[in-house]
């Protein structure tokens, strides 16, 4: 219905063709038009829900490029630190 509406376009993504805008879903009023122009843009029962979404997999945490960025940068903070100790050393 939503892409009838939305001009042919993806059923996920309401599309105003009047406002040449997309909307989020939970924007759009409650009988799925637009709030700009009124037109009807989307199905409201065709709208996700938390009930109709399958649970995905637990987050497992930071990747491990995040990891190695994190590891890096505190060797370099220490490896500086280390220099900004030697640097006051040598100037008092």
Do not use: I
């Amino acid at each position: 219905m939503a892409a009838e509406a939305g001009g042919g376009r993806h059923w996920g993504v309401p599309w105003c063709d009047t406002c040449d805008r997309f909307y989020n879903p939970n924007s759009l009023r409650a009988d799925g038009s637009c709030p700009a122009c009124g037109r009807r843009v989307a199905d409201p029962a065709m709208a996700p829900t938390a009930v109709d979404e399958e649970p995905g997999p637990e987050p497992t945490g930071a990747p491990w490029h995040f990891k190695l960025l994190v590891a890096a940068t505190v060797l370099y903070l220490g490896y500086r630190l280390f220099q900004g100790v030697l640097w006051v050393a040598q100037q008092l």
